[in-house]
């Protein structure tokens, strides 16, 4: 598909945006580009079971990557030996409320529902409106880091010395918070949060860190929407006061009301992420 970069952008930003190929005329969406992709990775997988269906590499009890586990995931939902699936390969123009309604309807009241059910989320959460061949979104994930990093560079508190070697040690006590509040939604303070992305940076010795001390690979959520935030840190802020018994900022916060301002509860005193172990 061949089209301008301007095109490009708008179609990137909008799901259902149709753009025109310049070579072959042909309109077509992210959306349907990504339940193309889609489609075709589950006839890839079929006919070769090493290649792997996107969101089914991920071991479900630890977070680990396990091929054994992405054989026996796509098996259980997406073998072509069942006519169901079958049939949604045949597609000729598929949108993911279709995929979504057919696999659905497949997996309720079936044996294995509950597994079922959080490994097909996972699948569909590594396609849709994604047409390249990645498991994120690159493009809105880039959008959306621009407003934490305008949070953090020239921010006159995240700069100073002692608030960053006290975040670090506040980081980790909100990663034991997580290993205590498996079911819930931490969402953390901007100094924290910039240890967080800090670590991420290392993938592999954040993966093995977090797997060793919390007991999984904890996920880092940048999606949520603002009042999932607003409650999240508001209850995060609860949960650390009564179990350190401290103030969930850990800075003199009095009469700060420029870049990252936190008083009277403004918008910036959290990070705009949030984070847990998953729960079900």
Same mark, same amino acid.
């Given at each position: 598909?061949?089209?301008?970069?301007?095109?490009?952008?708008?179609?990137? +930003?909008?799901?259902?945006?149709?753009?025109?190929?310049?070579?072959?005329?042909?309109?077509?969406?992210?959306?349907? *580009?990504?339940?193309?992709? =889609? %489609? !075709?990775?589950?006839?890839?997988?079929?006919?070769?079971?090493?290649?792997? $269906?996107?969101?089914?590499?991920v071991n479900?009890?630890?977070?680990?990557?396990?091929?054994? /586990?992405?054989v026996?995931?796509?098996?259980? *939902? =997406?073998?072509?030996?069942?006519?169901?699936? @079958?049939? *949604?390969? &045949?597609l000729?123009?598929? /949108?993911?409320?279709?995929?979504?309604?057919?696999? !659905?309807? @497949?997996?309720?009241?079936?044996q294995n529902?509950?597994?079922? @059910?959080?490994?097909?989320? +996972?699948?569909?959460?590594a396609?849709?409106?994604?047409?390249?061949?990645?498991? %994120?979104?690159?493009?809105?994930?880039?959008? #959306?880091?621009?407003?934490?990093?305008?949070?953090?560079?020239?921010?006159?508190?995240?700069? +100073?010395?002692?608030?960053?070697?006290?975040?670090?040690? #506040?980081?980790?006590?909100?990663?034991?918070?997580?290993?205590?509040? #498996?079911?819930?939604?931490?969402?953390?303070?901007?100094?924290?949060d910039?240890?967080?992305?800090?670590?991420?940076?290392? &993938?592999?010795?954040y #993966?093995?860190?977090?797997?060793?001390h $919390?007991?999984? $690979?904890?996920?880092?959520?940048?999606?949520? &929407?603002?009042?999932?935030?607003?409650?999240?840190?508001?209850?995060?802020?609860?949960?650390?006061?009564?179990?350190?018994?401290?103030?969930?900022f850990?800075?003199?916060?009095?009469?700060?009301?420029?870049?990252?301002?936190?008083?009277?509860?403004?918008?910036?005193?959290?990070s705009?992420?949030?984070?847990?172990?998953?729960? !079900?």
């Amino acid at each position: 598909m061949q089209i301008s970069w301007e095109n490009y952008v708008k179609l990137m +930003r909008n799901l259902k945006t149709d753009e025109k190929c310049l070579t072959c005329k042909v309109s077509l969406s992210v959306e349907t *580009l990504s339940c193309k992709r =889609f %489609i !075709d990775d589950i006839v890839k997988w079929n006919e070769n079971k090493t290649k792997f $269906i996107g969101g089914t590499l991920v071991n479900l009890k630890d977070d680990s990557r396990s091929e054994i /586990s992405a054989v026996n995931n796509s098996s259980l *939902l =997406f073998s072509t030996d069942d006519p169901d699936i @079958k049939k *949604l390969t &045949a597609l000729k123009s598929p /949108s993911w409320e279709n995929i979504i309604k057919e696999l !659905d309807k @497949k997996n309720k009241n079936s044996q294995n529902e509950k597994k079922r @059910k959080i490994i097909f989320q +996972r699948t569909v959460f590594a396609y849709i409106g994604i047409p390249f061949p990645f498991s %994120i979104d690159l493009i809105s994930a880039v959008f #959306r880091q621009r407003e934490f990093a305008k949070k953090t560079v020239n921010n006159e508190i995240i700069n +100073r010395t002692e608030v960053q070697a006290n975040a670090t040690i #506040r980081y980790l006590k909100f990663l034991f918070l997580m290993k205590e509040e #498996r079911n819930n939604i931490l969402v953390p303070t901007l100094d924290i949060d910039l240890c967080w992305h800090t670590h991420q940076i290392h &993938a592999s010795l954040y #993966r093995e860190f977090t797997k060793k001390h $919390i007991g999984q $690979i904890i996920n880092h959520y940048d999606t949520l &929407a603002n009042d999932v935030l607003s409650d999240g840190f508001a209850a995060t802020a609860r949960t650390w006061d009564k179990k350190y018994h401290e103030p969930y900022f850990g800075f003199d916060i009095e009469n700060f009301d420029d870049n990252g301002s936190c008083t009277n509860g403004g918008g910036n005193c959290s990070s705009g992420c949030g984070g847990g172990c998953g729960g !079900d």
